[in-house]
């Protein structure tokens, strides 16, 4: 269950970290990124962009207790 959690927390921090240094740097084509794809969120993105990387970082806090608790 660890590694999912924390395999979670990467790819969510990744896409959180990339799409908000690609926004706000503004160069550059959106080749990738989670928040660029969703239509509903084109003026929204930097926002979007944040709660990937703080949702990131709740996933990892909890991969950490999960990993404390398992004997």
């Given at each position: 269950?660890?590694g999912?959690l924390?395999?979670?927390?990467?790819?969510?921090?990744?896409?959180?970290?990339?799409?908000?240094?690609q926004?706000?740097?503004g160069?550059?084509?959106?080749?990738w990124?989670?928040?660029?794809?969703i239509?509903?969120?084109?003026?929204?993105?930097?926002?979007?962009?944040?709660?990937?990387?703080v949702?990131?970082l709740?996933?990892?806090?909890a991969?950490?207790?999960?990993?404390?608790?398992?004997?």
């Amino acid at each position: 269950m660890k590694g999912l959690l924390g395999f979670l927390c990467f790819v969510l921090l990744a896409q959180g970290v990339g799409g908000l240094v690609q926004e706000l740097a503004g160069t550059g084509p959106h080749l990738w990124g989670l928040t660029h794809k969703i239509g509903f969120l084109d003026d929204h993105q930097i926002y979007a962009n944040i709660g990937l990387i703080v949702l990131g970082l709740a996933v990892g806090a909890a991969a950490d207790s999960a990993g404390r608790r398992e004997p």
